[in-house]
């Protein structure tokens, strides 16, 4: 271990300064205003520089004797390094394959709802209903294969309800305060049973196909500090009473215990949260769709428009156009720049990673680990951590443009909960999720004809596609003997494309005394 000597804490300052870019910029003004967005303008920029200080002088320095740094560090996530299988399709090994000329549905995007759309089709759908997914990289190359590897099951219960209630202040100006609390509860209730069901059905999958997507069932762990422990126990008590009992609190004891990290406060813990490889996930559904007859797959081709016409639409791509009477729209921060009327409802989010081998010796393996601004897991040898990043404009989407002082102070932020270590960084990669004004998902039609979507999962992609995905299939094909679990009244896109005529849910009666608080 490398003693923090006072020349090397001079080095490190001199070294995070000269690497500061636009990004890092744009990264500390989301910060501020996620942190201090409540306070007067003086105030935030007073606490913020405070903090900025406080990481550049003494935490980010103090962990540079754990976080070694070579001259030349991988973009390349750490998911990616494994061999794609379906990289190049079709054609490496068909080089003059052709797209077809008409299909019956056209999936947008090969990540975690595009490949999930394409499994459920090739197992519900007849003879004679084709499905072509068009891929602009490689599957699993945008965020499925670029996040911290987890299957989550969503978000806590109070950041769903307070994010919807915010929005619904704006849209529903006719309902009062305590109408406004009842239907942002009902809102988190349908998001969490839904994310619960997902969950669920991951498990079952992988059981049911032996996919090899080094799946563990752990958990997750949610340090949280002094401040935001009223907020948490809520989250876990109103789930509970919304039938979602899988948030449970855990002493500071059994946080260690099963994570590794000190704390000095009660966490939040996921049970039935687990790790895995994701885009071996993506690539294992494919594996599935594929070998059905009515699911083709195209890889680096573009999308470039689409525009319906008449009963059908026409999609063209880098590669030729074709017909379809179903679009779906896979394409989740890539699509306001697809589908303009997504624009500012679609927010492009650039959040970042980085992995290299040893790390906390006390961490421990396949548990989904998270401080309050940043995540962690050991993955065999490796060990991958990072934090939030910033909104982007639309047609930045999907930029793999890291922030090395993010990286610093992620690595400083773990040192803060596990003691010291010892990691040379190897990879350190961003990437974007979308995120909606109410942090809600939409799934369902835009345009009430054949053009669908699920996009705006707030970084909580694996809690919400395949489920999703499932039931528009479901929708599409004409299926009702299964549920479904996003009804178009609390995830329809017009929600927030036309909230003026979009078909509200109705407020119930007699909901939990803790939804309803403000």
Excluded at 394 to 416: H, I, V
Excluded at 471 to 486: K, S
Aim: with cysteine.
């Amino acid at each position: 271990m490398r003693r923090v000597t006072f020349w090397l804490r001079l080095k490190t300052i001199a070294r995070v300064l000269f690497e500061l870019r636009p990004p890092d910029f744009q990264a500390a003004s989301h910060f501020m205003q996620l942190k201090w967005g409540h306070c007067s303008v003086p105030v935030r920029w007073a606490s913020f520089f405070h903090w900025a200080l406080k990481q550049l002088l003494v935490e980010i320095p103090g962990a540079a004797g754990d976080l070694q740094v070579p001259r030349h560090v991988s973009r390349t996530p750490m998911w990616l390094l494994d061999e794609n299988r379906w990289a190049n399709h079709p054609w490496q090994d068909a080089p003059g394959t052709r797209l077809p000329a008409e299909v019956e549905m056209v999936v947008v995007g090969a990540g975690f709802s595009g490949a999930a759309c394409a499994y459920h089709w090739a197992l519900n759908a007849p003879a004679n209903r084709s499905l072509a997914v068009i891929e602009m990289e490689d599957p699993a190359s945008g965020a499925s294969g670029r996040n911290e590897g987890l299957v989550v099951m969503g978000r806590y219960f109070t950041m769903v309800r307070d994010t919807v209630l915010r929005q619904l202040a704006r849209s529903r100006a006719d309902l009062d305060p305590q109408e406004h609390r009842q239907l942002a509860w009902q809102f988190a209730r349908q998001y969490c049973q839904a994310a619960y069901h997902n969950a669920e059905l991951i498990a079952e999958t992988i059981e049911k196909h032996q996919f090899d997507c080094d799946y563990k069932r752990a958990g997750w762990v949610q340090a949280r500090t002094a401040s935001e422990q009223e907020s948490l126990l809520e989250s876990v008590q109103m789930a509970g009473e919304s039938g979602c009992r899988d948030w449970t609190m855990i002493d500071p004891q059994e946080a260690e215990q099963r994570s590794g990290m000190v704390v000095d406060q009660p966490a939040g813990f996921s049970r039935q949260s687990a790790s895995w490889h994701p885009a071996k996930w993506v690539w294992s559904l494919l594996d599935v769709a594929l070998q059905s007859d009515q699911v083709s797959l195209f890889s680096r081709t573009r999308v470039e428009s689409i525009e319906r016409e008449g009963d059908q639409y026409r999609v063209t791509t880098s590669r030729g156009t074709i017909l379809a009477r179903h679009v779906f729209y896979a394409t989740e921060s890539y699509t306001p720049a697809l589908a303009n009327c997504f624009h500012n409802l679609i927010l492009p989010m650039q959040e970042q990673a980085a992995s290299g081998e040893g790390g906390p010796p006390a961490m421990k393996p396949h548990i989904g680990i998270s401080g309050s601004w940043y995540f962690a897991g050991r993955y065999g040898r490796r060990v991958l951590f990072g934090s939030g990043g910033s909104r982007l404009p639309d047609a930045q989407a999907g930029r793999n443009r890291p922030s090395r002082f993010l990286t610093r102070y992620a690595a400083a932020a773990m040192k803060e909960t596990f003691g010291p270590y010892q990691l040379e960084l190897a990879n350190e990669w961003s990437g974007t999720v979308g995120y909606t004004p109410d942090e809600y998902p939409i799934v369902g039609s835009i345009d009430g004809h054949g053009s669908w979507i699920i996009a705006g999962m707030c970084g909580s992609g694996s809690g919400v596609s395949f489920n999703a995905a499932r039931c528009l299939v479901n929708r599409i094909l004409g299926r009702a003997d299964e549920p479904d679990d996003y009804p178009p009244e609390y995830f329809s896109p017009s929600r927030l494309l036309t909230p003026e005529s979009h078909s509200w849910p109705e407020l119930e009666k007699g909901e939990p005394t803790s939804g309803n608080q403000a």
